[in-house]
């Protein structure tokens, strides 16, 4: 089974930047892909969502300009550009596959997750 493992989180200051990655240990090109992230005592929410081969994306209102999702499918990697960090956007961040091609927003429509990877930014 297609397995997925992020990295790149950490513990960052108000006003930082992070890039969080996504290695996929098998190819998905003919897959959207998103992030979701979820912080204590909250629903697992959408963040950005790019689909197949890249050629469009879509992101949550809270992100106002401030994330950039990406991906490297010679790599098998998905990315997450994230500036101008706040400390509401302390979560566990979560990147996931969907089975299909198109962009979606709703966590039940992604077959695959990866682990997460814990970002944390101080005020």
Do not use: H
């Not at 989180?9 to 979701?36: I, K, P």
């Not at 979560?91 to 944390?120: E, F, H, P």
């Amino acid at each position: 089974q297609v397995q997925l493992v992020e990295s790149g989180g950490g513990l960052v200051q108000a006003g930082d930047s992070l890039r969080l990655s996504c290695a996929a240990s098998a190819t998905l090109t003919e897959n959207a892909m998103g992030w979701f992230r979820q912080a204590p005592e909250k629903e697992r929410e959408f963040v950005a969502s790019i689909s197949a081969y890249g050629t469009s994306t879509i992101y949550a209102d809270f992100v106002e300009g401030r994330f950039t999702i990406s991906r490297d499918d010679a790599k098998n990697t998905l990315f997450l550009q994230m500036d101008s960090l706040q400390p509401d956007d302390t979560a566990v961040y979560y990147c996931a596959a969907r089975l299909y091609s198109g962009v979606n927003i709703k966590k039940y429509m992604y077959d695959l997750w990866g682990r997460g990877t814990q970002v944390t930014v101080s005020s």
